[in-house]
């Protein structure tokens, strides 16, 4: 993190617009003003009490906890250590008094076909995979590594997991089978959960093939669990492959869930750093479910009746937190869907708010401004009155893209929640309260009750006058946020906590907050990229990159596209002479290919340029800031005569 935070969205330092919260929205809301500052000054003066009150209030414990915080092995936090639940059975039994038929969740599939379950037959159908999963020997602590298209049965396997104390650790399908491996291995999974296929923009994507490809590189894995979604054939090897449909008809439809203590791992999710390979960020069962119920309620303002859609997959922290936990938590009904925004048309999403009569839409700034481009009259055909409530995250939503979003899906009507959090934080942590917070297009407000954030300078000290960028920290800890690396508690150290001696948590983000203590985050001061609201490491593109064999050295960076947020470009120095020409756009090509099946098709690079060598300090380290500037287009400000090369930057921007 040597480079200073990076001024993404200067241009916000201009947003005057506010809207405070409609006022019927306001009068029915969930949180609402008094309950608001009874939280936030309940948690400033006893914030030990505010989160035991939370939860013991939200969640249901199987033996109840006695001690809230445990610090004795700070940064290593424990919370609600002696306390006893199931995180399944909070997800799913709790609610069959009250709520057994109503859907648990309505999917909608790509090609079109429709499913309702409800809470009473999620029961079963998580019931049954549990008891697959353990009649092939899998037991608490075990991981299993899920491998799935968008589809109810990717939910269905990470509850089964978490009833029986399985650790799971959902691999997002887009991404390839290195990839794949790679996150198997980390994990020594015992087991795979995946399909023979899923449909996505229109095509199939073979999971099961390029889970067969990898697969015998990866000896822990007995068992790989099969779901028939596509019906296209796939290899079989009788000794490890079980067909979901055949293993769940043999076993029984009861499986009460497992005691299991709160800071038990619930799952693991690979996320990219900005060194090294992805990291294991584990997470625990009471502190995460607490945190997702609650916000839940606070951001997303679940009532009764609503339909809660999350466009997001499985395989991201947003999939896990707000698609396979926190809506079944609530007690809501969940929308699924499996595909792609622009099948048939970019009338998609749109349509299937009304279809499903949606009510709650949360989606990714990447996804708002594709569906803006493709025009006002796809939202137009479609009847959005049930929406009453919509949410962006992943990166900032351009104040452009949040006013689109509030005029032609919000019909100016629905508040917006722009959510701040990571794969590290479990759950929003700087987000709007929609009943109280006035909103502000591009902010996403103020830090949630008992979440205390803070922006400091370079030696850790806050900043205080208003619009001061600096580092993003939260200044002590909360039960949601991941209890390590796995496997390296001196990674998630070194990470998240080193740079200022163990008294914040370092998010990596830079941001600014105003005069009204609303937080402007202004994107990563590490090398993340954030492609369509994915995070992504440039390390791992660079390994990827400098592991073909015409490629010498790569570095690559991001640059701002309109579309994605960030784009992606790598600046190769090839072996032998520098491809010019023909040979230069076949290598291209050929590089972009070698990425995708590296990685993952997202990690192709946007642009590839060739040069002979690489900017560098005299000590031979990338100057990246000058990668970017010449990335994004602009002028080399930077003072170039500490570089050892400095004519190297008139062949870059010379291509
Ligand atoms: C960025 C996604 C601005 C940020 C939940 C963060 C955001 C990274 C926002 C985490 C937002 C996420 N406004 N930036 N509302 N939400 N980010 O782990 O840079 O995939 O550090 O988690 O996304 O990405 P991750």
């Not at 899906?409 to 929003?428: A, K, L, R, Y």
């Not at 993003?472 to 800890?477: E, G, H, N």
């Not at 998630?492 to 937080?519: E, L, V």
Request: charge should be negative; hydrophobic fraction near 40%; aromatic fraction near 10%.
């Amino acid at each position: 993190m040597s480079d200073q935070p990076r001024d993404t969205i200067e241009s916000l330092f201009q947003e005057k617009r506010i809207f405070p919260p409609p006022a019927g929205f306001a009068a029915q809301a969930q949180i609402q003003k008094a309950e608001y500052e009874r939280l936030m000054t309940l948690a400033q003066t006893d914030y030990e009490g505010f989160w035991a009150e939370q939860a013991r209030a939200e969640l249901q414990w199987v033996q109840p906890f006695t001690q809230i915080l445990n610090a004795s092995n700070a940064p290593h936090y424990q919370w609600f250590e002696d306390g006893l639940l199931n995180v399944s059975a909070n997800c799913i039994d709790r609610h069959l008094p009250e709520r057994a038929d109503q859907a648990a969740i309505l999917f909608e599939g790509e090609p079109g076909d429709l499913r309702r379950i409800t809470y009473a037959e999620l029961l079963v159908e998580v019931s049954r995979f549990a008891n697959a999963l353990r009649s092939r020997g899998i037991k608490k602590g075990d991981r299993v590594v899920l491998y799935m298209p968008m589809v109810p049965e990717a939910v269905i396997a990470m509850q089964a997991c978490a009833r029986i104390g399985a650790i799971h650790s959902v691999v997002f399908g887009g991404f390839s089978g290195d990839s794949l491996r790679d996150r198997i291995i980390d994990a020594e999974a015992a087991a795979v959960v995946t399909a023979d296929g899923g449909h996505r923009g229109g095509r199939v994507i073979e999971l099961k093939a390029v889970c067969d490809h990898i697969i015998d590189d990866c000896p822990s894995v007995h068992t790989v669990f099969v779901l028939k979604r596509t019906g296209h054939s796939v290899r079989w090897n009788p000794a490890r492959d079980v067909w979901w449909h055949e293993i769940t008809a043999q076993v029984s439809a009861d499986c009460p869930p497992l005691a299991l203590g709160a800071e038990h791992p619930l799952f693991l999710l690979y996320t990219s750093g900005s060194t090294g390979r992805p990291k294991g960020i584990q997470h625990s069962s009471a502190g995460y479910l607490l945190g997702t119920i609650l916000t839940m309620r606070w951001v997303f303002d679940i009532r009764p009746g609503d339909v809660f859609w999350c466009t997001a997959d499985v395989g991201w922290i947003t999939g896990h937190s707000y698609v396979a936990y926190g809506p079944l938590a609530a007690g809501t009904t969940l929308l699924m869907y499996e595909g792609a925004p622009m099948i048939p048309d970019p009338g998609r999403y749109w349509q299937m708010c009304e279809r499903h009569k949606v009510s709650v839409f949360y989606t990714a700034p990447t996804a708002i401004r594709a569906l803006k481009k493709q025009g006002d009259e796809y939202p137009a055909r479609y009847d959005l009155s049930a929406l009453r409530l919509l949410g962006s995250v992943g990166e900032p939503i351009n104040p452009e893209a949040w006013m689109w979003y509030h005029t032609h899906i919000g019909h100016d009507q629905c508040p917006i929640v722009d959510t701040w959090w990571q794969t590290e934080t479990g759950i929003h942590m700087i987000a709007p309260v929609p009943g109280v917070s006035t909103l502000k297009p591009g902010s996403c407000g103020r830090p949630l009750p008992g979440i205390m954030a803070d922006i400091v300078d370079n030696q850790g000290h806050p900043v205080c006058a208003p619009d001061q960028g600096g580092f993003l920290v939260i200044t002590r800890p909360w039960p949601s946020m991941l209890r390590t690396v796995w496997r390296n508690p001196q990674r998630y150290i070194d990470t998240y906590w080193k740079m200022f001696d163990n008294r914040y948590y370092i998010s990596g983000d830079g941001a600014r907050r105003d005069a009204d203590g609303y937080y402007w985050v202004m994107g990563r001061v590490d090398d993340v990229l954030k492609v369509s609201g994915h995070r992504l490491g440039t390390m791992e593109i660079e390994s990827a990159l400098v592991a073909h064999p015409r490629v010498a050295e790569a570095a690559v960076v991001g640059r701002p596209d309109e579309l994605t947020g960030e784009a992606i470009c790598a600046f190769v120095v090839a072996r032998g002479a520098r491809p010019v020409g023909p040979d230069a756009q076949a290598l291209t090509q050929e590089l972009r290919q070698w990425v995708g099946e590296h990685i993952g098709p997202i990690a192709k690079p946007a642009t590839i340029r060739y040069a002979d060598n690489l900017p560098k300090t005299r000590s031979g380290k990338i100057m990246r800031r000058v990668l970017r500037a010449v990335a994004a287009g602009h002028p080399v400000t930077e003072d170039t005569s500490t570089l050892e090369n400095p004519d190297i930057i008139r062949q870059l921007q010379g291509d």
